[in-house]
């Protein structure tokens, strides 16, 4: 039978993001164990979650190159048909810019079949990709992904050289499917959020197990289901109205869509809103 959704049974979609040696891999097993339940790890970092068994209990599957979309699938189910209950994608990045990734195949479909037209390939790229981005949004595990920012080295005070962490390595518009993303300092490893659907994160954070209690307890909060979804659906509309291009689109409305889901007045806000979007970005799309 069907029932009224309730914040109980939602998973979380937590993204890490940072430059190499901020702590990504640390911090996401610290944010398991406070979420509880048995930890499994997708390895694609040549085995760099192993060096953290003193902090965490965790299995970890090595996964090696080709990176594409259908293995990362098959790992999660995997996971799944285990009985894990939290799973960490260690790097997500992989699948897009490594080896066998959605980069690497376009440019080898665009050669293949489309006469170097990497445009064109992209029509047979993306809903691969985009297979995967839908396990990774509807798996019965709470999923945390950690991916790989480009870096920028700049001078702080006292001219001490600092790592910031730029625009991550995955599709433009990932970042619109997860509920959290939080972003990782090279220099102090603090968290802050560039997108936070839990309100949770207003200030720099240090990622410790109570990090990943206090969502938990945010996932299990009780509340009226419509007035949730109104909440959640706020940022989420300002996502669609913000899209800076199609793709970015097409992600923001699938997490609105999924929000308002169950609630007919809501879903038509949320066609509505990536409508209006649409129709603004087409002029600029056929000028680009």
């Known amino acids: 039978m069907f029932k009224k959704a309730e914040r109980k049974q939602a998973k979380l979609r ?12 640390y911090s996401a097993l610290l944010l398991a164990t406070g979420l509880g339940g048995k930890i499994a790890v997708i390895d694609t970092e040549h085995g760099s979650a192993s060096l953290y068994t003193d902090i965490a209990d965790f299995d970890v599957l090595e996964l090696q190159a080709p990176y594409s979309p259908e ?3 098959e790992a999660i189910q995997a996971a799944e048909k285990a009985g894990y209950d939290v ?6 990045s992989h699948e897009w810019t490594g080896s066998g990734g959605c980069l690497e195949t376009n440019e080898q479909v665009a050669h293949q079949k489309f006469k170097g037209n990497t445009w064109a390939a992209w029509n047979e790229t993306t809903p691969r990709h985009r297979k995967l981005t839908d396990k990774i949004m509807t798996s019965s595990l709470h999923v945390i992904c950690t991916m790989r920012s480009k870096t920028e080295t700049v001078q702080g005070e006292g001219k001490k050289i600092l790592k910031l962490g730029m625009k991550s390595e995955q599709r433009d518009g990932t970042d619109y499917e997860f509920t959290v993303v939080l972003d990782i300092t090279h220099d102090g490893h603090t968290a802050m959020a560039s997108k936070d659907r839990t309100k949770l994160f207003d200030q720099p954070e240090l990622i410790s197990q109570q990090t990943g209690v206090k969502l938990l307890g945010w996932l299990n909060s009780g509340a009226n289901p419509e007035e949730r979804a109104k909440e959640l659906l706020i940022d989420a509309l300002a996502d669609i109205h913000q899209a800076p291009d199609m793709n970015a689109l097409q992600g923001a409305f699938a997490v609105a869509y999924r929000t308002a889901q169950g609630f007919e007045h809501l879903v038509a806000i949320v066609v509505a809103a990536k409508d209006k979007r649409k129709a603004e ?8």
């Open 14 to 25: 937590l993204a890490l993001t940072g430059p190499s040696g901020s702590g990504k891999t």
């Open 281 to 288: 970005l087409t002029p600029l799309e056929k000028t680009a």
């Open 87 to 92: 799973l960490i994608i260690d790097s997500y």
């Open 71 to 73: 293995r990362y699938i």
